[in-house]
Each structure stands twice: as C-alpha cells, then as structure tokens.
C-alpha cells in the first residue's frame, strides 16, 4: 500500500487578467460556473479523492476564498429562521473544520513550481495532490479520484494528461513519453510549453497532480524556466529516473477555464447536467442556435 494522499495544494495566487474587468476585486477561482465557484469545484474533488487537508497558496486580493470557506453565520441564522434548510446545506458543504485548512502566500508571482514550493513546510515529506481550479472536469469519477487509484498500483508522481492538437503544445507542460498502453503513459521527460516542432509528443499535463515530497528538493533550487518562471514541469522532470513519472488519460471532459471559451462552454455542460436547469438551458441553447447568423459561424458553406 501506498502512503496516502492526504493533503492538497490550490494554487490561487494568479492575478486573473485575462477575466477583467470581472476580476478587478474578485479573485478569478471565485467565478461561478453555474453557481458554484471554480475553487468549490476543484475542493470538492480534492475531498473525494480522500483529502483531509487543504492548503491553499493565496496572493493579494483572494480574501473572498478564506471568507468562502469559512463559516457565515449571520448568513446561517438568516436560512435558518426563514426555514431555508436546503440552502443552509448547501452552504455548509463549502465550509471547512478547524484545522483542516491552511493558507499560505506566495509573495511574488514566481510561477506554478514557486507556488507549490511556497506550501512545502505544510506538506512536509509525504505525497500530496495539486490542483488548478482552472482545469474543470466533469467526470462521472472525479478526476483526482481516478488517478489515486492508479498512484495505489504504480506509486510515484501521477499527472493528468489529455492529447491536444500539436499547434496547443506552447500551452502546456508536455510529456516525453517512453511507454504508453493508451492509457497510462510513462515519460521519460517533460517540456514546459515547447513549440509544436520541439514537442516531444502532444500529451499534455492539465492541473492535476499526484506528486511525490522529493520534487520540493528541485523546486529549492528556484531555478528559472519557460517565461522565466519557476516551473512545476521542470522540478518534476528532475526527478524522474529517481520518481516514476506516469500520465493518466483520464475519463471525463476537461473545460479550461482560464480562457473565456472554455469558461463559457463549462456553464453551458454543466447546466444541461443540472437537473433543475437543463431542460431550460437546452431550450435557451436550441432559440440561439437559430438566431446565429452565417457570418457569426467560424464555418460558413462557402
Ligand atoms: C500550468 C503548467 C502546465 C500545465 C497547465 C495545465 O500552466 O505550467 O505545465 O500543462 O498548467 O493547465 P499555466 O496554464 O498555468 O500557464
């Protein structure tokens, strides 16, 4: 058996731009998709996945993530004596216990690996999960749950990772991989964002991660990477060799929601899986289509 996940870094210190003027003075993992905010999301996975603890790298202006995670209790008396007690559950399930959260600050935005490094006497020396709210999956097994399971067969560090066109490889952290069985690839090494001639292959990491406490050892030595950042991707490819490296193809549809695209498209999936909106959100869906002019299509017969 392998020693458990139990802790999870949120990396939420990113500023957010490309969502202004939306996340002027709210942090960009409070965006709902739906009515639930990308960080809800990305904790209720980590918690499904069998996480006990959450720690969550934070910057100037994310207070709006402590205050959602905590208790609200002139919120609560206000359901509770209008006898709102289904709303009172839902907000419950975003509270946390004492002690079971952590937040942290990274100070200056050094990049993901720096992140990650800034939660290292938190974590201390055990295995433990990553996760970018931006990176939304929708799976019927949440996605870090699927690649636990594949970290109790194979140990090491496990990432998700999904195949993209080779024009997106600048995007992502790509894998080199040395044996693949479609759906568990080994890597050999990793790239952060090559471009398309220089990638190695075009499977690519999205935020989830499985890692093992040694990649700390590499993150301390702040080296520099692509955009002149420190790179997550970096770290852990020093490792291998040492750790064993492994990507799951996971099952599920992953939405980026960083871009406004995929932030778009992740309401649009997500409400037709509600059961109380997707009879609604098909309709508004079918109205629209028929309203789309030719020239607002990317595809015209021509
Ligand atoms: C980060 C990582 C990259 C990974 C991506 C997944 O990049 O550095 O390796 O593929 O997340 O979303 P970012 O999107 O923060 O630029």
Redesign the pocket.
Known sequence: MKKPIRKAIFPVG?LGTRFLPATKAMPKEMLPVVDKPLIQYALEEARAAGVEEFIFVTGRGKSAIEDHFDNSTELEQTLESRGKYELLDLMRSSMLEPGQVAYTRQQEPL??GHAVWCARHLVGDEPFAVL?A??LVMAEEPCLAQMVEVYNEVGGNVVAVMDVPRDQTH????LDVIHDDGRIAEAQGLV??PDPADAPSTL????RYVLQPEVFRELDRQERG??DEI???DAMSRTIGEVPFNGLRFEGTRF?C?SKEGFLEANVAFALQRPDLGADMAEIIERYAGLISRETRRVSSS
């Open positions: 990113g990049g993901l970018l931006d990176d995007r992502y952290g790509i952060e964002k690519s990491i999205i935020g692509a955009g790179q997550l991707t980026d960083g």
